[in-house]
């Protein structure tokens, strides 16, 4: 018998859908199709009606989709009859006034991330330090999921030089001016 899971995020846009959500479950479901069957899907494209989420066993989801009362309480009432639900969060849930989202973000999800993270079954995260933080705030076992890049993606360049690199979207501003002045330190070296 298969195990159902079903991976939702907000979209299909950002890297969070594409690292967090798509790619790791779509891995899982090329590479172990016989044990399970993954079904990824974007929170809009979720219908709380089907009578197919019966049959779901696993509810991978990103903390995005935390806000939408609708689709969390189907999702609570999977639980209630036998459905795990795993919260997955790439970062923490109180974003810093230096990101350019930090207001809508901190009104809108906050409040519920930290509702979320008592009722699910599982949480997975970031990196280790961040699952210790997180221990502050729940009981529920925390697994580190790193965010990773699939260097299958990327050519291997030959060099004795060091490059470091960022990868993020506009809420990262504030990172870039850190890597930009460490880069800079270390011009010379």
Not at 1 to 27: C, D, H, T
Not at 87 to 111: G, I, M, R, W
Not at 154 to 167: A, D, Q, T, V
Request: some cysteine.
């Amino acid at each position: 018998n298969k195990r159902v899971i079903l991976a939702i995020s907000e979209g299909y846009q950002s890297a969070v859908a594409w690292y967090r959500i798509i790619q790791p479950l779509s891995y899982l479901n090329k590479h172990n199709d016989k044990d399970y069957e993954v079904l990824v899907l974007p929170s809009s494209n979720v219908n709380i009606e089907s009578e197919d989420l019966e049959y779901v066993d696993i509810v991978h989801f990103h903390a995005n989709i935390t806000y939408n009362k609708q689709l969390m309480s189907k999702l609570y009432l999977m639980q209630k009859n036998g459905c795990k639900l795993i919260l997955d969060l790439d970062d923490f849930f109180e974003v810093p006034a230096s990101n350019p989202f930090s207001k809508t973000y901190n009104s809108k999800l906050t409040n519920c991330i930290k509702q979320t993270l008592n009722k699910v079954d599982y949480v997975t995260c970031t990196t280790s330090i961040f699952k210790n933080e997180l221990k502050k705030y729940t009981n529920k076992k925390i697994t580190v999921f790193p965010n990773v890049l699939n260097n299958s993606l990327y050519p291997e360049i030959p060099s004795n030089k060091l490059r470091i690199g960022l990868m993020g979207g506009a809420s990262h501003e504030e990172d870039y001016k850190q890597i930009k002045e460490l880069v800079s330190n270390l011009q010379g070296y």
